[in-house]
C-alpha cells in the first residue's frame, strides 16, 4: 500500500485546513486509516483514525471537536478537517494504515507539514 498526503501549508491561529491522503495498492476495504503528527522535538502521536468500510472514527482528546477524519472509498482518499488551529498543531502530519484495528500500523506516507502562526 502506498500512501500519498497533500494538503498542508501555513496558516493563523483559528484557521482551517484540511488534509487528504490517497492510498494505491494493495488497498482492502478492511484496513484502518490514520493521521499522526510530530511536532519539533516530540515523538510521533496518535491524531485520528477511521475504519475503512465503516463509520467509527477515534481522535485523540487533544483533537476532539476540532478535526474531522472522513474518507471516500470510491477515490480511496482519507481526509482529516482540521478546524480552529492553535500553534499546537503546528508539526508534520502522516497518513498511515493497518490491515486491522488490532494490527500494528505498518505502512505510512511521507508526511506534509502543517505550521499555524500565532
Known amino acids: 500500500v502506498q500512501l500519498q498526503a497533500s494538503g498542508g501549508g501555513l496558516v493563523q491561529a483559528g484557521g482551517s485546513l484540511r488534509l487528504s491522503c490517497e492510498a494505491s495498492?494493495?488497498?482492502?476495504?478492511?484496513?484502518?486509516m490514520g493521521w499522526f503528527r510530530q511536532a519539533p522535538g516530540k515523538e510521533r502521536e496518535f491524531v485520528a483514525s477511521?475504519?475503512?468500510?465503516?463509520?467509527?472514527?477515534r481522535y485523540a482528546d487533544s483533537v476532539k471537536g476540532r478535526f474531522t477524519v472522513s474518507r471516500d472509498n470510491a477515490k480511496n482518499t482519507v481526509s482529516l478537517q482540521m478546524n480552529s488551529l492553535t500553534p499546537e498543531d503546528t508539526a508534520i502530519y502522516y497518513c498511515?494504515?493497518?490491515?486491522?484495528?488490532?494490527?500494528?500500523?505498518?505502512?505510512w506516507g511521507q508526511g506534509t507539514l502543517v505550521t499555524v502562526s500565532s
Open positions: 495498492g494493495r488497498t482492502s476495504s478492511s484496513y484502518v
Open positions: 498511515a494504515a493497518k490491515l486491522t484495528a488490532a494490527a500494528q500500523w505498518n505502512y
Open positions: 477511521i475504519i475503512w468500510s465503516g463509520i467509527t472514527a
